[in-house]
Nanobody, 124 residues
């Protein structure tokens, strides 16, 4: 049974920073990613990292967010800087052992394992 547990969410003013963490119970994930979702909206891919450390980001967060993982490869991080009110969402960690095409790394339908989510609120 693979479990993912997020932490680090909270409330911050615009321009501030937060760091999200995701502790996974498994090892050797092929890919891990962060998604976010607002009520009644589609889950949006934010950033993903492959087993080789290669990363990809949504255009809306490029230059502000950084995804990384620990050396063991089972703890995922998302450093979020210069936060904006439109970044307010529930953020989810996701992981999978299967390889997919690079252009599917931010597609939520390709991930089997999910965390419970952590709320990020950015006030103006």
């Amino acid at each position: 049974q693979v479990t993912l547990v997020e932490s680090g969410g909270g409330s911050v003013q615009a321009g501030g920073s937060l760091r999200l963490s995701c502790a996974g119970s498994g090892y050797n994930y092929n890919r891990m990613a962060w998604f976010r979702q607002a009520p009644e909206k589609e889950r949006e891919g934010v950033a993903a990292i492959g087993s080789d450390g290669a990363t990809t980001y949504a255009d809306s967060v490029k230059g502000r967010f950084t995804i990384s993982k620990d050396n063991a490869g089972n703890t995922l991080y998302l450093q979020m800087n210069n936060l904006k009110p439109e970044d307010t969402d529930v953020y989810y960690c996701a992981a999978d052992f299967r390889a997919v095409q690079w252009n599917l790394l931010l597609n939520s339908h390709t991930y089997l394992y999910w965390g419970q989510g952590t709320q990020v609120t950015v006030s103006s």
